[in-house]
C-alpha cells in the first residue's frame, strides 16, 4: 500500500489506436461497453453503471505509444515515475496533468508498458 492507503490495483486503461472509430466499434460490440466520444481523438468507456473506466484514443505520429496500457493509482506521478526509471524502467510519457488526474507512462525492464496515475 501507499503511504496513503492506495493499493496499487488497476485504476485506468487506455487503448491508443492508429483507428480510432474501428477500436471503439469493435469493444463497444465486444464488450457492451458504454462509449462516450469527446472528440475526434478520444473517447471515455465505462462499466454498466455508466462510470468511465478507461478510454480509446487515437494515436498520431507524435503519440508515445500504440496498445493498451493499464495506469496504476500512486500517491505522486513524478516520484513513482523516477523509482521506476531507478529500478530499471524506460520513461515513455513525460508526466501530464488531465481534466481528472496526473499520468505517465513507462516500459518495465521486460518493455511491458505501464501507466501511473494520480487523481
Given at each position: 500500500m501507499t503511504s496513503t492507503g492506495h493499493r496499487h490495483a488497476p485504476e485506468w486503461f487506455d487503448i491508443s489506436t492508429p483507428d480510432?472509430?474501428?477500436?471503439?466499434?469493435?469493444?463497444q460490440e465486444?464488450?457492451?461497453?458504454?462509449?462516450?466520444v469527446l472528440d475526434?481523438?478520444?473517447a471515455l468507456v465505462g462499466d454498466e453503471d455508466g462510470q468511465p473506466t478507461g478510454g480509446i484514443g487515437q494515436a498520431g505520429p507524435d503519440?508515445?505509444?500504440?496498445?493498451?496500457?493499464?495506469?496504476?493509482?500512486?500517491?505522486?506521478v513524478d516520484t513513482a515515475l523516477a523509482r521506476a526509471e531507478r529500478l530499471g524502467g524506460t520513461r515513455v510519457m513525460e508526466p501530464t496533468d488531465t481534466p481528472f488526474s496526473r499520468i505517465a507512462t513507462f516500459a518495465d525492464p521486460d518493455g511491458n508498458l505501464i501507466?501511473?496515475?494520480?487523481?
Open positions: 480510432a472509430p474501428r477500436a471503439r466499434r469493435f469493444y465486444m464488450f457492451g461497453w458504454p462509449v462516450n475526434e481523438t478520444y503519440s508515445p505509444y500504440t496498445g493498451i496500457v493499464v495506469y496504476f493509482r500512486v500517491d505522486d501507466g501511473l496515475l494520480s487523481r
